[in-house]
């Protein structure tokens, strides 16, 4: 007789704060850049005219808040990670990107 499979309710779920333990440092470095008309094409299709607020949900280490960053008045980054959250501080540091926000949630 086949086990009856089990379920997980979302309340159920916690973050496990060792999963990206020491990955921050590589994650950028590693991850594939994006196309390089893809801003421009995008702030064309959304009417983007750098005013608003952009909203990263799971930033990681700031690669799409950063490229993106220049289209908006404002953009804020929200990661679990604290070591993504900081690594996307010192990437916007380095890219002079200085109207973004960095938040460990």
Do not use: I
Request: proline fraction near 5%.
């Amino acid at each position: 007789m086949a086990e009856e499979p089990v379920t997980y309710r979302w309340e159920d779920w916690t973050w496990d704060a060792t999963v990206f333990e020491g990955t921050s440092a590589y994650y950028r470095q590693g991850r594939k850049p994006y196309a390089p008309g893809l801003a421009a094409s995008l702030a064309e299709h959304l009417a983007l005219d750098g005013h608003g607020r952009l909203l990263d949900v799971g930033c990681g280490p700031g690669s799409v808040a950063l490229h993106f960053a220049h289209l908006f008045d404002h953009v804020v980054g929200l990661d679990a990670d604290p070591g993504m959250v900081a690594e996307a501080r010192t990437a916007a540091a380095a890219e002079r990107v200085g109207n973004a926000t960095w938040v460990q949630m």
